[in-house]
């Protein structure tokens, strides 16, 4: 079962790099250990994602890819 996210920041049909700038503006509006979920279907934002996580110090909880469509639960540290 996914995490439970507090935000969700729905970028299908956007283009990198608008994915990644609404998901660090939803971070910065969440507490410390609250979970924020992207849903995106462009590859190059998930790997953005994931190398912003990794810079910033965030928790990659889960990443789930069905129909077309990634989900990234990123926990806030």
């Not at 283009?15 to 410390?32: E, I, N, R």
């Not at 995106?40 to 909880?61: H, S, W, Y």
Request: aromatic letters at 4%; a positive charge; charged letters at 30%.
């Amino acid at each position: 079962m996914p995490p439970k996210e507090r935000i969700c920041v729905p970028a299908v049909g956007l283009s990198c790099p608008l994915p990644v700038y609404k998901m660090k503006k939803a971070l910065d509006q969440v507490g410390s250990g609250d979970t924020v979920l992207l849903e995106t279907d462009d590859p190059a934002v998930c790997k953005e994602i994931r190398g912003m996580v990794r810079r910033l110090n965030f928790k990659l909880q889960e990443e789930i890819a069905k129909d077309g469509v990634v989900r990234l639960y990123v926990q806030k540290s």
